[in-house]
């Protein structure tokens, strides 16, 4: 694991590279952090503790984005089943199939180049 100097944001990438969906959890507020930070946003308390979602989540809302270039794809919010909202897309359906309600689960999308990962969702079939 990272030293207690490298950045948050090194560290969930980190994560990241090995498959893992990172987001902190401050105990002087109960509650899950996303995206990852130095204090936490309700307390202001440097109480941060990683931790390792399931990668199951719910899509809150979605749009589909029409470039004038490429194929349109999908933007989501999606609530993980730990607390934390994220902005991502779901991927392997068309975009206009992605609904609010929708159950996914997370994977790595590879870096690319100097692109880093980066989390994104498939549909998760049988998930409650």
Known sequence: MPNAATSPLAIYIEHLERGELAYQF???ANRAVFY???IS???GAADLEWRVSAG???VHATTV???QQGKAYNV???DMDEGFRLMSRVEEIPPTAVK???RVKFRVHAKEGDEPP???FTPAEGAQ
């Open 26 to 28: 401050s105990p002087s």
């Open 36 to 38: 990852p930070r130095v």
């Open 41 to 43: 946003p309700v307390t």
């Open 56 to 58: 199951l989540g719910t």
């Open 65 to 67: 984005v029409h470039p």
């Open 76 to 78: 989501a919010l999606v």
């Open 100 to 102: 609010i309600g929708m």
């Open 118 to 120: 980066y989390p994104v």
